[in-house]
């Protein structure tokens, strides 16, 4: 099974200022069909998983052009160019190319 | 609007089952793959199953593979998740989303393995 590995697990941000997330799969995720099936959620305080971001760079309808993502193979990031206060909540990369998978998470707070 | 509504969960003794219900509306059911994910309490997210649109196809994760089945009945808009063999692991949040990619997700359901 391919492991998801994040980083860092908790994420301290300031308001206004950027935030980077990282995850690593321990095989590549480029699918046999060309694709890379890498996913990001978000998880708000007390509500379901959101998709914010799927096939590593495709951002979802409705999410704001603050969030990106970006990377290939095994190296994938989850960028916030200015972190505001709806954005506290936990940050799941997920792969889809092999069985499924979730990384760990990463919290995201307010410093 | 994707509206996928959970139901089905409750509190059941080690050994029981227990079977969830997935009502989905606003997108073609027939022609989207449906999944199921959990997550036990205070912790991640776990991929439990999936089914392609005709139900053909059925994938589930190590940890429930012999116990849990998912089926679907496109005539009813409707997934569902068959839960044998119940154990105190298995306490979690249930939620269904739609397609593999995990695009639209229900408000969960949950599950307490307990005697």
């Known amino acids: 099974d391919v492991v998801m590995t994040q980083s860092p697990l908790s994420l301290p941000v300031t308001l206004g200022q950027p935030a980077s997330i990282s995850c690593r799969s321990s095989?590549?995720?480029?699918?046999?069909?060309?694709?890379?099936?890498l996913n990001w959620f978000q998880q708000r305080p007390g509500q379901s998983p959101r998709r914010l971001i799927y096939?590593?760079?495709n951002r979802d309808s409705g999410v704001p052009d603050r969030f990106s993502g970006s990377g290939s193979g095994t190296d994938f990031t989850l960028k916030i160019s200015r972190v505001e206060a709806e954005d506290v909540g936990v940050y799941y990369c997920?792969?889809?190319?092999?069985?499924?998978?979730f990384g760990g998470g990463t919290k995201v707070e307010i410093k | 609007e994707v509206q996928l509504v959970e139901s089905g969960g409750g509190l059941v003794q080690p050994g029981g089952s227990l079977r969830l219900s997935c009502a989905a509306s606003?997108?073609?059911?027939?022609?989207?793959?449906m999944s199921w994910v959990r997550q036990a309490p205070g912790k991640g997210l776990e991929w439990v199953s999936d089914?392609?649109?005709?139900?053909?196809?059925?994938y589930s994760a190590d940890s429930v593979k012999g116990r849990f089945t998912i089926s679907r009945d496109n005539s009813n808009n409707t997934v569902y998740l068959q839960m044998n063999s119940l154990r105190a692991g298995d306490t979690a949040v249930y939620y269904c989303?739609?397609?593999?990619?995990?695009?639209?997700w229900g408000q969960g359901t949950l599950v307490t393995v307990s005697s």
């Open positions: 096939e590593v760079s």
């Open positions: 997920m792969q889809g190319t092999h069985r499924p998978s």
């Open positions: 606003g997108f073609s059911f027939s022609s989207s793959a």
């Open positions: 095989q590549s995720l480029v699918h046999s069909d060309g694709y890379t099936y």
């Open positions: 989303a739609k397609e593999k990619s995990l695009e639209n």
């Open positions: 089914i392609s649109p005709s139900g053909a196809n059925r």
